[in-house]
């Protein structure tokens, strides 16, 4: 992936630039995380920015990026997803209401550990702004585990210097088993909902 545009705004702004990076990767997925955060390791062991600065600013835009998508499923709403479900195939009304049921329990977790899981971390903060949880709590685990994995990779980077790239290669493996997981997990679900809608049908037969 050509990187240049993340160069440029860390030689222009410095810190506060991989911090607006990161903060547009928290909004476009897409954009790599696994990328910039070791670019910034390997900018501050050259002396381009503070290392304390990379991981404070970086971190930052984890959580300005974070709360914008919060705000998008506070805006979506719970009502406005069940009507959404109400009109997919093979989703039922009451999956949204075991998957709320899953957050209640379990959001506090899922936020903090979710900010460490390729993919997931951006996506994390749509559900609980569906849920509306609480925003102090939110903003606390989201950095908190935003900070754990900012600095374990602009560590990385700041460590292998010339070699960053190599983390790039590792956390694409990462990222890749992560997408193959999913797509296991949506396959599985989708055949046994066909399964028990054939099964279904054929009891009304009877």
Same mark, same amino acid.
């Given at each position: 992936? $050509?990187?240049?545009?993340?160069? $440029? ?5 410095? +810190? !506060?630039?991989? =911090?607006?990076?990161?903060? #547009? ?14 670019? +910034? ?5 050259? =002396? ?9 600013? /970086?971190? +930052?835009?984890?959580?300005? @990026? ?23 195939? #093979? ?7 075991? /998957?709320?049921?899953? *957050?209640?329990? %379990? ?6 550990? @979710? ?18 949880? !609480? #925003?102090?709590?939110? #903003?606390?685990? /989201? ?13 990385? @980077? ?6 960053? %790239? ?5 956390? $694409?493996?990462?990222?890749? +088993? ?10 599985? *679900? ?17």
């Amino acid at each position: 992936m $050509d990187v240049k545009w993340v160069t $440029d705004l860390m030689e222009s702004f410095g +810190a !506060p630039g991989a =911090g607006l990076a990161i903060a #547009l990767e928290n909004l476009f997925p897409p954009l790599p995380s696994e990328v910039f955060l070791p670019l +910034a390791g390997f900018t501050a062991s050259r =002396g381009g920015m503070s290392l304390v600065a990379a991981i404070l600013w /970086t971190t +930052a835009g984890s959580v300005a @990026g974070a709360l914008v998508l919060y705000q998008v499923g506070a805006l979506l709403g719970r009502e406005r997803v069940r009507a959404i479900a109400a009109r997919m195939p #093979l989703v039922k009304v009451s999956d949204v209401d075991k /998957t709320e049921d899953w *957050f209640r329990r %379990h959001g506090r977790a899922t936020v903090f550990f @979710g900010r460490m899981v390729p993919i997931f971390r951006s996506l994390i903060s749509v559900p609980a702004g569906v849920e509306r949880m !609480p #925003l102090p709590g939110f #903003l606390l685990l /989201t950095a908190a585990g935003s900070a754990i994995w900012n600095t374990a990779l602009i560590m990385a @980077g700041y460590l292998l210097g010339e070699n960053w %790239h190599v983390v790039e290669r590792y956390m $694409d493996v990462v990222s890749k +088993a992560v997408v193959v997981l999913v797509l296991l997990a949506i396959a599985f *679900f989708v055949v046994s909902r066909l399964v028990r809608r054939d099964a279904d049908r054929a009891q009304d037969r009877r």
